[in-house]
């Protein structure tokens, strides 16, 4: 549990807040409808700050499995913990894409585009090319794996500029959000398989009005994407960056 639970809470979180973002953008009647793209990107960041400050204290603040995958692929968390991180992060997306349908029961009612209650919950392709959105989510993840770990990594953090890990958090919600600005737009950057196939999965079995198809066929991608990047990011900071010796003075 001293796994399970955190990763549940902090992924819940980072769900609550980004899936929470996008219906106020995008759902009928909403006081924040139509405020565009900056929105989406800064309250995406804001609910990553959000989630890993919640649990950074107790897990590390994974909250996503290609970041777990990615660091089981390097060693540094065992197979057994990656299960219990990966069940909490999927169980936390799910409970916190519910939570987001709760807040805005009455604007699901009010909207007409099917589409538009899907992206609440998960991504979709601007152009529905099934290889190219496979490479834009391997390539969003490869940059959030790698900079995350090189940004974070103690001779940069700490022994060269100083900050310490208190602002590592919000080091990467401003990662998350330059991804989301420069490389959202093909995908809408899922770069997390259970903030994706989570509020899925919530999408298809809640009640929605005239919710219209979970677009099982797309599914996939957000989810084999970010592992294949998440893997990539982190094994190339190894031999790269994380092979290099410390500075002499």
Known sequence: MEIFLPELLGTMLLIILGDGVVANVVLGKNKGQNSG???????????????????AGYTGA?????????????????????????LGQFVGAFIGG???WLAYHEHF???????????????????????????????????LVFGVLSMLSTRNLVEHTGLGQALGPLLVGLLVWGIGLSLGGPTGYAINPARD?????????????????????????????PIIGGVLGAWIYTITLGSFPAPTT
């Open 109 to 143: 009612a009010a909207t007409e585009d099917k589409g538009l209650k899907l992206a609440v919950f998960c991504t979709g392709p601007a152009i529905r090319t099934p290889f190219w959105n496979l490479i834009t989510e391997i390539i969003g993840t490869f940059t």
């Open 37 to 55: 793209w900056i929105v989406i990107t800064t309250g995406w960041a804001m609910a990553v700050v959000v989630g890993v400050y919640a649990v």
């Open 62 to 86: 994974h909250i996503n499995p290609a970041v777990t995958i990615a660091l089981l692929a390097i060693g540094k968390v065992s197979a057994d913990k990656a299960i219990l991180y990966i």
């Open 197 to 225: 196939l989570g509020p899925r999965i919530a999408h298809f079995v809640l009640p929605i009005p005239g919710k219209g198809s979970s677009d099982w066929g797309y599914s996939w991608i957000p989810v084999i994407g």
């Open 98 to 100: 519910v939570i987001v």
